[in-house]
C-alpha cells in the first residue's frame, strides 16, 4: 500500500512564475492537508480539503496561492506569481477521518525561488 | 542529553545514552498530542501520541510525558542509537480536529 506522494520533490522556479504541487493521498483516504515548513521552522498548516470541496484555507495566504482536490486525480496546490519568500518545503498529509492524529505525510515538495 | 523548551534546537547526544526532548506548548484547549520525526528529506514521521487524560505513555524505547500543569511535553528516547538523528516536532491538537499546530523542532545527532 503505497504512502502519501509528492511530486516533484524538487522544484526550482524563477521569481514571477507559477509553481504546481501534486500530493496523491495514500489509497482510501478522501482528505488532504498541505502544511508549508520554512527552514529551521515547524510545520504550519495551511489548507485542508476534500474531493471538490475546501473545508478549511486560514493558513493560507489570500493572494496568490489556491488548492483544489477534484474529484479524480491529485490534490493541486498552486502558487502563482512567485516569489523569494514562498521558498520553502511543503508537504502534503492525508487521512482516512479528519482528525489530527490520523494524518500522514508525504515526502514534500522543496520550491527554490530564485 | 536534554534540550530544554523550543530555545533549543539542537541536542548532541552519545550512543547508547537516554535522549530527552522537551516541548512547551501554548494552547490550553490542545488535548492530544504527538511526536513526530523528520530525517534529511522526508517528511513527518508519527513516532508515539499521547491525550491529555495520560500523562504518561511509552512507546518501543520511547516514552511521552506530558504536564498540564506547566503545558510541557517530553520525548525520552532510550539507548539511542545512530538511526535516532533527526529533527523531532511536538505537535498539539484538539483531540477530533484535523488542525496540528508544530512546535519549532530540535535537531538530535548521535555520536558515535
Known amino acids: 500500500n503505497a504512502g502519501v506522494m509528492q511530486n516533484p520533490r524538487h522544484l526550482v522556479r524563477r521569481r514571477g512564475q507559477e509553481a504546481r504541487l501534486r500530493c496523491s493521498p495514500m489509497?482510501?483516504?478522501?482528505?488532504v492537508y498541505w502544511y508549508r515548513q520554512l527552514p529551521e521552522e515547524g510545520l504550519k498548516f495551511m489548507v485542508y480539503?476534500?474531493?471538490?470541496?475546501?473545508?478549511?484555507e486560514s493558513g493560507m495566504p489570500k493572494e496568490r496561492f489556491s488548492a483544489e482536490f477534484p474529484k479524480e486525480g491529485p490534490s493541486i496546490l498552486r502558487i502563482q506569481q512567485v516569489v523569494r519568500g514562498d521558498s520553502a518545503a511543503y508537504f502534503c498529509?492525508?487521512?482516512?477521518?479528519?482528525?489530527?492524529?490520523?494524518?500522514?505525510f508525504g515526502p514534500g515538495t522543496r520550491l527554490t525561488v530564485t | 542529553g536534554e534540550s530544554v523548551g523550543l530555545h533549543l534546537p539542537t541536542l548532541s547526544v552519545q550512543e547508547g545514552d537516554n535522549s530527552i526532548i522537551n516541548c512547551a506548548y501554548s494552547?490550553?484547549?490542545?488535548?492530544?498530542f504527538i511526536w513526530y520525526k523528520q530525517e534529511s528529506g522526508k517528511g513527518p514521521q508519527f513516532i508515539i501520541d499521547?491525550?491529555?487524560?495520560?500523562d504518561k505513555r511509552q512507546g518501543q524505547r520511547v516514552t511521552v510525558l506530558l504536564n498540564k500543569t506547566v503545558k510541557h511535553l517530553s520525548l525520552q528516547i532510550a539507548a539511542t542509537q545512530p538511526g535516532d538523528s533527526a529533527v523531532y516536532f511536538c505537535?498539539?491538537?484538539?483531540?477530533?480536529?484535523?488542525?496540528?499546530?508544530f512546535g519549532a523542532g530540535t535537531t538530535v545527532t548521535v555520536r558515535a
Open positions: 499521547i491525550r491529555s487524560n495520560m
Open positions: 489509497k482510501g483516504h478522501s482528505h
Open positions: 494552547n490550553s484547549a490542545s488535548d492530544y
Open positions: 498529509a492525508s487521512s482516512y477521518l479528519d482528525r489530527g492524529g490520523e494524518q500522514y
Open positions: 480539503l476534500q474531493k471538490e470541496n475546501i473545508i478549511d
Open positions: 505537535a498539539e491538537n484538539i483531540y477530533n480536529d484535523y488542525k496540528l499546530s
